[in-house]
């Protein structure tokens, strides 16, 4: 079955870096779009980017030009280079493989399977 395993969340200060990676398995990781989500205290979950198959990306306006997705398809992994944190930022990071793999967008309804999360925490 599909397991995805995120991991690099921390604790840093505002303006500092994490990279978070998950672990992709159980299906054909390099044939599909992959995303990430957080989910701050008290608030809905939030699209941050996707990468599709071939390697475009897409972000959302908070994290762009701050974030940047990528993935290794021979490690099977998605990875999440954040740069510039914020206190905002602060949120769990999960990645999520969609229902359809070429489709990948910001709603989390379009995606099926979820990792457990990363806590990333940014103090001012």
């Known amino acids: 079955q599909v397991q995805l395993v995120e991991s690099g969340g921390g604790s840093v200060q505002a303006g500092g870096s994490l990279r978070l990676s998950c672990a992709a398995s159980?299906?054909?990781?390099?044939?599909?779009?992959m995303g990430w989500f957080r989910q701050a205290a008290g608030k809905q979950r939030e699209w941050l980017s996707s990468i599709k198959p071939s390697g475009p990306t897409n972000y959302a306006g908070s994290v762009k030009g701050r974030f940047t997705i990528s993935k290794d398809n021979a490690k099977n992994t998605l990875y999440l280079q954040m740069n510039s944190l914020q206190p905002e930022d602060t949120a769990i990071y999960y990645c999520?493989?969609?229902?359809?793999?070429?489709?990948?967008?910001?709603?989390?309804?379009?995606?099926?399977?979820w990792g457990q999360g990363t806590q990333v925490t940014v103090s001012s």
């Open positions: 999520a493989a969609p229902k359809r793999r070429g489709t990948c967008d910001w709603s989390p309804a379009t995606y099926s399977s």
């Open positions: 159980g299906f054909t990781f390099s044939s599909n779009c």
